[in-house]
């Protein structure tokens, strides 16, 4: 592949790598925050948790912003984790992981180009110390090996235990609160 096809690529991959995981994290964020107010709302046994719905009630005020995106808020249901309710959640969480890995192999193609140019400017040097003239082209012009992609299992079980502990905390939370 040429580097500039290669610079086309990175290009595409940070805007749409940025605009998923951002759109995806805001909507996530809202879900979780939108879910937790309900339950803690479901059972107000003590003023504790009504207090803290009630300051996340504000901070959704201050931070919910009329988009397009409001259609894609679904609530998550953190008083039955294992439930249909949370596939939405679950689907904006996947569109996040996949934003965040298509900014990630942006910069590791970046990467390639920047060896690519050093390696070119190696050789160069190397042909001038030689006494040879230096052949002139475009850097651009040259092929570059993408190699094979790295394994992603690491990755994605990273990606999926993190939420796993949240929710399995957040749990804990609302029963220590009094939530049934």
Do not use: C, H
């Not at 580097?3 to 951002?22: F, M, T």
């Not at 994290?25 to 479901?42: Q, R």
């Not at 140019?117 to 006494?131: N, W």
């Amino acid at each position: 592949m040429k580097i500039r096809d290669l610079k086309r690529r990175i290009l595409v991959k940070r805007i749409a790598g940025s605009i998923l995981s951002i759109a995806s994290f805001y909507v996530m964020v809202i879900s979780f925050l939108v879910g937790l107010v309900l339950a803690l709302e479901e059972n107000y046994s003590n003023n504790v948790s009504y207090n803290i719905s009630s300051s996340i009630r504000l901070l959704l005020s201050k931070i919910w912003l009329e988009s397009p995106l409001d259609g894609l808020v679904s609530p998550l249901n953190l008083l039955e984790p294992v439930s249909a309710d949370n596939l939405g959640f679950l689907g904006l969480y996947v569109a996040f992981i996949v934003g965040a890995y298509l900014f990630s192999s942006a910069g590791s193609d970046a990467r390639m180009i920047r060896q690519a140019r050093k390696r070119q400017q190696e050789r160069e040097l190397d042909r001038a110390m030689d006494g040879e003239e230096p052949r002139r082209f475009e850097i651009d012009d040259v092929d570059i090996y993408l190699g094979r992609s790295k394994n992603l299992g690491g990755t994605f079980w990273n990606a999926f235990f993190i939420p796993l502990v949240v929710a399995v905390l957040s749990g804990i939370i609302l029963k220590l609160l009094g939530a049934d």
